[in-house]
């Protein structure tokens, strides 16, 4: 069970695993954020990922982190880890880096220039279900920092230049990161740690208080649709582990 901060907002990260909606209620038969834990009841995601993405997902009462962290002009950086099919050459690389033209609803948008490199396999679990690779058998990982964050951009980039993302990870915002997390873990930050890895601008506290942050996370019908314990779904993809961890050795924050 969550224990009461001694501050009045509340931040947490998240490893949102594969399968899992970026929301508390029910829809459809797959599960929810309500399956990873207790949260406060003021608490809301701040964005989202798609049910088939997984990674980093951030979660808070205080609303002005809505405003800081999506607002285009802010330009925030969102790193992501792709495994796609095939390997990609410097060329389809240079073509994500300089920005390429991709279809939204019917509209053609020319992405805005990426940081892309090929890296190495990322030493974490195979995801659950696993990437079917009897359909595709060569696969390899890259990763790109974007500053947009247009709806499946990542998938329409590299599909655009001839490689279709298989498996999707948001492993950073800025300098928060998902490292020696597990999926579906979820870890409180505290605000002196949240505001500065986010790369936010701070303000005064007595206006932050001003806003009362918790009046427009409502969400009435969520406690009703919590899955039971007996029917959570194990996401942690280790028969091992525990899908939420116990406490560590960090500290500045809370593990639950």
């Known amino acids: 069970m969550i224990k009461r901060a001694e501050v009045k907002f509340r931040y947490y990260k998240v490893f949102k ?4 909606l970026s929301q508390f209620t029910a829809e459809g038969d797959h599960p929810t954020l309500a399956s990873l834990g207790k949260f406060p009841r003021d608490v809301y995601p701040v964005g989202r990922l798609d049910h088939d993405t997984e990674g980093l997902l951030l979660l808070t009462n205080d609303t002005r982190v809505n405003h800081l962290l999506l ?3 802010f330009q925030h950086k969102k790193t992501y880890w792709a495994q796609i099919e095939g390997e990609m050459n410097q060329d389809g690389i240079q073509q994500l880096q300089k920005g390429i033209l991709i279809n939204l609803k019917g509209n053609l948008h020319r992405t805005k220039p990426a940081l ?15 990437v079917n690779y009897i ?4 696969t390899s990982w890259i990763e790109l920092t974007i500053t947009e ?8 980039m590299t599909a655009k230049v001839g490689h279709p993302t298989l498996r999707l990870i948001r492993y950073a915002i800025e300098e928060l990161s998902l490292e020696r997390m597990k999926s579906g873990e979820v870890i409180e930050l505290k605000e002196e740690e949240f505001y500065p890895l986010l790369k936010l601008q701070s303000f005064p506290e007595r206006s932050r208080r001003s806003l009362n942050p918790g009046a427009s996370f409502s969400r009435p019908e969520r406690r009703g649709n919590a899955t039971p314990d007996s029917q959570k779904p194990k996401m942690d993809f280790q028969s091992d582990s525990p899908a939420l961890r116990k406490p560590m050795r960090d500290k500045r924050t809370r593990r639950f």
Do not use: A, L, Y
Request: proline share 18%.
């Open 71 to 73: 607002d285009p002009k």
């Open 135 to 138: 359909k595709h058998p060569k």
């Open 149 to 156: 964050g247009k709806n499946r951009q990542v998938r329409k």
């Open 116 to 130: 892309v490199k090929r890296i190495s396999s990322p030493k974490i679990p195979e995801r659950n279900p696993s």
């Open 17 to 20: 695993p594969f399968g899992v």
